[in-house]
DNA sequence: TATTATCGTATAACAGTGTTATATTCCACT
DNA sequence: AGTGGAATATAACACTGTTATACGATAATA
C-alpha cells in the first residue's frame, strides 16, 4: 500500500492534466457534440497545448473512446436495477425506462456510442468490451424474464427485439423529422410490454 | 415543349457537369461512406475544380443533400408496393422486407439519411420532404392493415412501431458490436410479424 | 552535490478539410 | 465584332488531426 502511495502520486500528478482534459472534452461535448469536440478546443478550454492530448490519450481517438465507454456504462448502469418483485416484467420495463432516461439526456453520448460520430472513430477494444458488457446485461435480464414466465423463445432473440424497440424509438426520435412534442419514452415503453407479452 | 427544349439543352448543357460531380459523388460515396465524400476528391474525380460543387451545388451540403434524398427515395420506392392479395399484413411485411433490402444493399445512403454521418450536415426542406414523403407512405401501409384487420389501434402508433423495430434491428446491424453472421433481415420480419399481430 | 536522463509541455509545422475572393476563360446574344 | 454573363480555375483563408522539434522541470544516478 505504502509502498505503492509513491507511484500513485506520480500517478495523479499526472491524471491533473489527464482530468482537465477529459472534462473539457465532456463539456464540450454536452454543449456542441461530437462536432464541438477539436483537439485544439479541447486543449484550450483545459488551458493546456494540444500535445497533451496525445501523450494522455491517443489523439482524438482516445477522447472519443473515453467518451464511448462513458456511454456505455451509463447504459449498463440504466439496466444494472434490482427488483424485490419477483415478477420480472417489472424488471425488464424498469431497464427499458432507465435506458431511455439515459438516452434522453445524454443525447451526445448516445449518438457517438450508436455510430453517430465522425466516420474515422473506431471504438478500441475496451470501448468494445464496455458495449458487449452492455447488452450481455440486457440479454440477461430478459432471460429472467422469460424463465419466469415460462416462456421457450430464445432469450437472445427476445434481447434483440427488446434492443431493437427501444434503440429504434430513440435513433428515430434523435431524427431531425422526429416531432419534439411527442412522448417518445411512453410510446417506446407500450411497445416494449406489448411485444413481450406476445412472446411464447 | 418545344419552346422548353432550348432551354432544357441549356440545362443539359449545365447537367453535364452537375451530373458528372453528382455520379462521382455518388461512386465515392458508395466506396467510403461519407468520410470518402471530400470536396476536392468530388471534383478531381469529376475532372473540374472544386468551385463547381459550389456553383451546380451549395457546397457539400448540397452533395449530401442530394444523396439524403436519393436514400429517402430507395425507402419510399421499397415501401411503395402493390399487393393483388387482400390481406394486408402481407403487404406490410413486404414493404418491410423491401426496406430491409434498401438498408442492407445501401449502407452507405442508409447511415446518412439516419443522421450517422457527420454532424455538420443539417437536411434541407427538400431533403425533409423526402423524408415525410417516405413516413407518410409507411403509415398509409400500416393503416390499410389496421383496417383489413379491424383493428383500433392507431395508425401513427403502429407505423411508429413497426418503423422502430425495422429500423432498430437496422442500426443494430450497422454497429461496431453487431454479429456478422446473423440473418438480422429474418430476425426483423419475425420481429415485425410477431408485433402486428399482437396489436388490438 | 552535480550530472544525466526522462517525462510533460509548448511551438510550429504538415497535410488535410470546407469555403470563398479574385481572376480568367468561353460562349451566347445583340 | 463586341459585350454581357455564366462557368471555371487559381489561390487563399480558417479550420481540422497529427507530429517533429525544442524547451523546461523534475527524478535518478555518479
Redesign the pocket.
Known sequence: MLYLS?SCF?SD??M??RTKILNSASELFLEGGVSA?????I?KRA??????????FQ???GILDALYIEGFNMVYDAMNVEVSDKASLKLVLLGCERYLSVAVDNEAHYRLIFGENDA?YEPSKEARDAADRAFAKLVHNTGDYLRDAGLKTDRFVAAMDLWAIVHGYVSISHHARAKQDWDWKAMALRAVELHMRALD
Chains 1, 2 share one sequence.
Open positions: 509513491t506520480k500528478e499526472n491533473d492534466s469536440l477539436s483537439v485544439r478546443a486543449s488551458g493546456l497545448s494540444t500535445i497533451g492530448i496525445y501523450s494522455h489523439g482524438k481517438q474515422a
